[in-house]
């Protein structure tokens, strides 16, 4: 293990939460190398851990351990496990749906539910409600500092059983292709979708193309506009909008200099649809 340990949860940074879970980490190892992730997941939003997780983990080296904390059925019987990625990174964190965009998008080794009698911290028996201190930040400083093997975590689990969240699909056609909006380029406003660059690229859109948006938030139409193709935001003024590639390699849209799911109420998760649509000569 190369010692590096990245932390992420839904705790913020107002109370003593996320020091507590670094302090485990460093009580078991000091010269780990302990980094975050963030903290500022919305609570209890399952599907932004997970997405942010996709986001970052492949530019980390093999052997870093990521601790993921997003849980609202602490203490319940879901199960705490560690999972190896075809990258050779770790994710220690609960079985709810966290693992859904690395597996989906990146891929799963293996699975290996957490044997609590033997990695939980000690006296802690009678605490049900902050497993990220006392099961998962533990168990991923002794597997980040090489005190314990990967397969010392506990038994594997099948990867067809491990829980997955819903993801939308991408639909397409002569002329437009159709996904959904998973997720904010948060700071900005950006809405980042589920369209990968290829597929958009293969029903024809070319760079300084103007296309029609179509956005919907079910049956609901939220917004119905043309905006250009573009390769950076320098390709149009500021406050117009734009289509251009994320860091991901999907399909986003933004306003220059501004906040486009503010400017227009747009929210995420697969009940948000958007349609890119050629538009006729």
Do not use: C
């Not at 942010?52 to 203490?75: H, N």
């Not at 734009?242 to 399909?251: P, T």
Request: net charge negative; no cysteine.
């Amino acid at each position: 293990m190369n010692k590096l340990l990245v932390f992420q949860s839904d705790f913020g940074l107002v109370d003593g939460a996320v020091s507590a879970m670094h302090g485990v980490a460093s009580t078991v190892d000091d010269s780990l190398k302990i980094q975050d992730l963030t903290h500022d997941i919305p609570p209890y939003s399952i599907w932004e851990a997970s997405y942010r997780l996709f986001q970052t983990i492949e530019y980390w080296p093999k052997g870093t351990v990521f601790v993921s904390v997003v849980d609202p059925g602490v203490g319940s019987s879901r199960r705490s496990v560690v999972a190896e990625t075809v990258g050779g990174q770790y994710i220690v964190t609960p079985d709810n749906g966290t693992l859904t965009h690395i597996k989906k998008y990146i891929g799963l080794k293996e699975v290996r539910e957490i044997d609590e009698t033997k990695h939980r911290r000690e006296d802690t028996e009678h605490s049900y409600t902050f497993h990220g201190r006392d099961v998962y930040a533990n168990t991923g400083a002794k597997l980040a500092s090489g005190k314990i093997a990967f397969e010392q975590v506990g038994s594997v689990v099948d990867l067809s059983l491990t829980t997955e969240l819903e993801v939308g699909e991408v639909q397409t056609g002569l002329d437009f292709v159709k996904g959904a909006i998973d997720i904010l380029d948060v700071r900005f406003g950006s809405l980042w979708t589920n369209i990968p660059r290829d597929i958009f690229v293969n029903v024809g859109f070319e760079h300084g193309d103007r296309v029609e948006v179509v956005i919907r938030n079910g049956s609901t139409l939220a917004y119905n506009n043309r905006m250009t193709y573009g390769k950076s935001f320098a390709d149009v003024y500021a406050s117009e909008q734009i289509i251009y590639v994320n860091s991901v390699y999907n399909m986003a849209i933004a306003i220059n200099q501004g906040n486009f799911a503010r400017a227009y109420n747009i929210g995420t998760g697969r009940h948000w649809k958007i349609e890119f649509r050629k538009i006729s000569q």
